[in-house]
């Protein structure tokens, strides 16, 4: 009963309307993590190379054209920016911006390990090279920090007046071993690593004068569409019967989530003067997929919008954004946008539930600068 009456009041909270920025809000936005957030990063990075994103009907819902984001329209970091009253985040590797209202050095891709760690450990990624991991990230943000302030002082002054945004960046890490053929088991070696970096990304940050980050945990990977196409199995003893979704990397997340948030805590009690807020990204998206008709989503919540093909309309040959695949009609009654990202719709939940809360401790809004 407890838990039907959470969700019910989680509905309500994430229907309000986003109101207008408090006098007393963020005077700028930065942004680090992977294609949950990337506006745009992967574009320069891909030079000349055509992107999936490039095209209809990536950014159909909100943008009414491809916006350079992986989903039908706005993420979650652009509807914080609307609740703070700034513009859009300009992604970083675009130079050509002015950034004192903030910066995003997202990337499609990215990892919070670096390369060299997974070179060390005989883990291949795909055949391309690891360069946008949290390190990377942070020798952008060391680059333009010069031109946003000067002296120690000032810049404690006006990163502490921002609101930071450490991830989500991790799925990217087991993706990679994934595709390097380690089992569940070998991955779950590797958590504690991943949240050493997480954490040290954090400090780095605080050192620098941030005092408001929000950290985001793991989605929950058993749950994405690309995965299950990838993974879909005739044993019906790896799925779990409440949702539909490969347990066992679902187990990853928790593990992942669980250890995430015993390193906020700790952080939380070294840096008692800065507001390190935990943002649980795996408890509103399963609660989507469990109970979707609450949500206004379809009854089939692991079915993708944009895709063709499958059981959950996903074929890796033919992804969305390439000839001939379409999106239906109404992303807003789905969960999934494309396989592995999830639409504006889903987005929006989130973002009020970590605005206003259950979903982030504190709430965003009890947390902001003052």
């Not at 909270?13 to 930065?30: C, D, G, K, V």
């Not at 790896?238 to 805590?265: F, M, Q, W």
Request: aromatic share 12%; glycine share 6%.
């Amino acid at each position: 009963m407890k838990s039907t009456t959470l969700i019910i009041l989680s509905f309500l909270l994430f229907m309000e309307p986003i109101q207008s920025a408090p006098s007393h809000a963020f005077n700028s936005i930065f942004s680090f993590g992977d294609s949950y957030a990337d506006t745009g990063n992967i574009n320069v990075l891909a030079k000349n190379e055509s992107l999936y994103t490039d095209n209809l009907p990536y950014g159909m819902t909100f943008f009414h054209r491809p916006s350079k984001r992986f989903s039908d329209g706005r993420l979650i970091v652009d509807f914080l920016a609307e609740e703070f009253g700034l513009p859009y985040l300009k992604p970083y590797l675009e130079k050509n911006h002015s950034f004192r209202q903030g910066a995003n050095f997202a990337v499609l891709g990215a990892t919070a390990l670096d390369e060299t760690f997974f070179k060390q450990h005989n883990i291949t990624r795909f055949e391309d090279p690891i360069n946008n991991s949290f390190s990377s990230q942070l020798k952008w943000f060391e680059e333009l920090k010069p031109s946003l302030c000067q002296t120690t002082k000032e810049c404690k002054n006006y990163f502490g007046k921002s609101l930071f945004i450490v991830g989500q960046i991790e799925g990217n890490d087991y993706i990679v071993m994934f595709s390097g053929l380690l089992s569940v088991k070998q991955m779950m070696s590797y958590v504690s690593t991943i949240i050493k970096s997480i954490a040290g990304t954090i400090k780095e940050l605080i050192d620098q004068g941030a005092r408001t980050v929000v950290v985001p945990g793991n989605i929950p990977m058993g749950c994405l569409p690309s995965l299950l196409t990838i993974l879909k199995s005739n044993d019906s003893s790896i799925y779990d019967p409440k949702t539909g979704c490969i347990e066992k990397y679902n187990t990853l997340s928790r593990h992942h989530n669980s250890l995430l948030l015993e390193a906020v805590k700790k952080l939380q009690i070294k840096y008692p003067h800065a507001k390190i807020i935990y943002a649980d990204f795996y408890k509103p998206v399963i609660n989507f997929i469990r109970f979707p008709q609450r949500f206004g989503f379809t009854s089939k919540p692991l079915i993708v919008c944009c895709g063709i093909g499958g059981e959950y309309n996903w074929d890796q040959p033919r992804m969305c954004g390439t000839p001939n695949v379409t999106a239906c009609q109404k992303p807003v009654t789905y969960v999934n946008w494309d396989g592995m990202h999830l639409t504006e719709a889903a987005y929006r939940y989130v973002s009020n539930s970590w605005l206003k809360g259950p979903y982030a401790d504190p709430p965003i809004l009890d947390a902001r600068a003052n």
